[in-house]
């Protein structure tokens, strides 16, 4: 995970806490939320709140090929698949 995600990660996680502080000790705006949107993100399944890439898989290719003076020599690259 790079800087600039992790502390927008962080930075929205202590929102959301924040927020869900300030509905549970006030039941008068619990209340007034409508009985879908409750519902809604009690449904939410947990498996999907989490960012996952799966690395990159690379290998190294080497080949031989002549420099501008005739010689051979071996050229290595590393090839993303």
């Known amino acids: 995970?790079?800087?600039?995600?992790?502390v927008t990660a962080l930075f929205g996680g202590i929102a959301?806490?924040?927020?869900g502080a300030s509905i549970a000790?006030?039941?008068?705006?619990a209340a007034?939320?409508?009985?879908?949107?409750?519902?809604?993100?009690?449904?939410?399944?947990?498996e999907f709140s989490q960012y996952w890439r799966r690395p990159r898989r690379r290998r190294?290719?080497?080949?031989?090929r002549r420099n501008r003076y005739g010689r051979r020599v071996r050229v290595?690259?590393?090839?993303?698949?």
């Not at 190294?60 to 031989?64: A, E, P, Q, Y």
């Open 76 to 81: 290595c690259r590393t090839v993303y698949y």
């Open 16 to 19: 959301a806490s924040a927020i």
């Open 60 to 64: 190294t290719v080497c080949s031989v």
């Open 32 to 46: 007034s939320l409508p009985v879908d949107d409750a519902a809604r993100l009690d449904a939410a399944p947990a």
């Open 1 to 6: 995970m790079d800087r600039r995600s992790f």
């Open 25 to 29: 000790s006030a039941p008068a705006k």
